[in-house]
């Protein structure tokens, strides 16, 4: 069936470095897609969004990254910090505003 | 910006019993309001989208009978878990809508049901 999948369950990076975290869609009709980050026991967080008309949206120190023909979707966070470390997920905006989410990435930071 | 809660954010009952939890938007008005439901290392699956003044839809496999939706403001949604059973532990989130796209998500609530 369709889904929204990410190709890394876990990510370690060092602190200052930057981070990069994908996600594959299946679903060519989708319009509208979010990032957010999940802290241990809280819910989701907003972090961005982009819409299918554009490839590229910059937020502070965050950018999404959306390249339709593979149906590719990254975030890419700029020095990286220990407060990142988080459960990352991208989630595809579908009929009605429902929200599928893919099954999340894990990033450490080390210091 | 804007601020949804649960209530409560933990809750541990007993088998059998059942569970009301509580999504409210704080500073603005939400006609449609999702229920979601997150396993241990796993991703949010939705439950049920809740409509202010009419039932809710709920997704392919939930149990409309066990999980008891009612939005009956433009603030307040509540989940009922019915005839709770161990399986039925979970992390559950709501959201609210505001506008057309974006979802606000609340803090989640820890059921354990022993």
């Known amino acids: 069936g369709e889904s929204v999948g990410l190709h890394l369950p876990t990510l370690s990076v060092q602190e200052g470095d930057n981070s990069i975290i994908n996600c594959a869609y299946s679903n060519s009709a989708s319009d509208y897609f979010i990032w957010y980050k999940q802290e241990s026991g809280k819910g989701p967080q907003f972090i961005i969004d982009i819409r299918s008309n554009m490839d590229k949206r910059q937020g502070q120190r965050v950018t999404v990254l959306l390249n339709k023909t593979v149906k590719h979707l990254s975030l890419q966070i700029a020095a990286t910090q220990p407060g990142d470390s988080a459960v990352y997920f991208c989630?595809?905006?579908?009929?009605?505003?429902?929200?599928?989410f893919g099954a999340g990435t894990i990033l450490r930071v080390k210091s | 910006g804007a601020v949804v809660s649960q209530h409560p954010s933990w809750v541990i009952c007993k088998s059998g019993t059942s569970v009301k939890i509580e999504c409210r938007s704080l500073?603005?008005?939400?006609?449609?309001m999702f229920w979601y439901r997150q396993f241990p290392k796993q991703s949010l699956m939705l439950m049920a989208t809740?409509?202010?003044?009419?039932?809710?839809?709920?997704e392919q496999g939930v149990e409309k009978d066990k999980f008891l939706i009612n939005h009956a403001s433009l603030t307040l949604s509540t989940l009922t878990v019915t005839s709770a059973h161990p399986e039925d532990s979970s992390f559950y989130i709501c959201?609210?809508?505001?506008?057309?796209?974006?979802?606000?998500f609340g803090p989640g609530t820890r059921l354990t049901v022993l």
């Open positions: 809740s409509n202010e003044g009419s039932k809710a839809t709920y």
């Open positions: 959201s609210a809508e505001e506008g057309t796209d974006t979802q606000y």
């Open positions: 500073d603005f008005q939400a006609t449609t």
């Open positions: 989630a595809e905006n579908r009929y009605g505003n429902k929200l599928v």
